[in-house]
Nanobody, 122 residues
Framework: QVQLAESGGGAVQTGGSLRLSCAASGFTFTSYQMGWFRQAPGKEREFVATISRGGGTYYADSVKGRFTISRDNAKYTLYLQMNSLKPEDTAVYYC????????????????WGRGTQVTVSS
């Protein structure tokens, strides 16, 4: 059974920080790129960041310089460090896995978690 379990969401004020985690199981973690997507109320899902099987990273322009994606292959865990948070970062954040080698920002990932809520107040 493939499982992706996000955690670490919560409510913070503008300028605050959060660290999201995604615990993976049921597939070969090292054979997949891992990404973060988010969906705000009334909006479509959007790409946030991804990290390749080789460790290369790619970020949406809206989060570049503020967010850092990383992975711990020994722990089968993906992370997203979010700093300098803004109200527009408020959304449900989803962890996703894809078998393609190079980073991609499309929404066609193979596996998805159920999401964790991030709320940033002004």
């Amino acid at each position: 059974q493939v499982q992706l379990a996000e955690s670490g969401g919560g409510a913070v004020q503008t300028g605050g920080s959060l660290r999201l985690s995604c615990a993976a199981s049921g597939f070969t973690f090292t054979s997949y790129q891992m990404g973060w997507f988010r969906q705000a109320p009334g909006k479509e899902r959007e790409f946030v960041a991804t990290i390749s099987r080789g460790g290369g990273t790619y970020y949406a322009d809206s989060v570049k310089g503020r967010f850092t994606i990383s992975r711990d292959n020994a722990k089968y865990t993906l992370y997203l460090q979010m700093n300098s948070l803004k109200p527009e970062d408020t959304a449900v954040y989803y962890c996703a896995a894809d078998s393609r080698y190079y980073t991609t920002n499309d929404g066609n990932y193979d596996y998805w978690g159920r999401g964790t809520q991030v709320t940033v107040s002004s």
